[in-house]
């Protein structure tokens, strides 16, 4: 079973995101911070990490940058957004295996997520 944490401080977006994958073989730990993702990393291995691009007080580049660099496994890295993937960098993009933009419905995000399995 593939073990998923999600990044986000949006609360509605990230319960729908654990109700819709809930449903799906997934383990899922849900975390709102950069701080919280951080031991989240020291606790468990995931096989992939959800990231909202812009947390409060960081980013997800932040943390995809952290995971990449520091941790001796290669999760997949799926960035949601609202800002569009045309906004975003090349050195944004390169820590990610995907995008997934905002807003989605529980379907819609489903559908993206069949890519990343």
């Known amino acids: 079973m593939k073990r998923i944490l999600i990044v ?8 729908m995101m ?33 990231l909202d691009i812009k947390l409060e007080k960081t980013d997800g580049n932040y943390i995809a940058k952290r995971i990449r660099t520091n941790f001796g496994f290669e999760p997949k890295i799926i960035y949601v957004s609202l800002k569009p993937k045309t906004k975003l960098t090349s050195q944004e ?14 379907e819609e995000f489903l559908e993206e997520m069949k890519k990343f399995n």
């Open 8 to 15: 986000d401080d949006n609360k509605e977006d990230l319960k």
């Open 18 to 50: 654990q109700d819709a994958l809930s449903k799906q073989d997934y383990l899922i730990d849900t975390v709102s911070t950069a701080r919280e993702a951080a031991d989240a990393l020291l606790d468990k291995q995931y096989d992939l990490f959800l």
């Open 93 to 106: 993009l390169a820590h990610a295996n995907g995008f997934i933009q905002k807003p989605f419905s529980k």
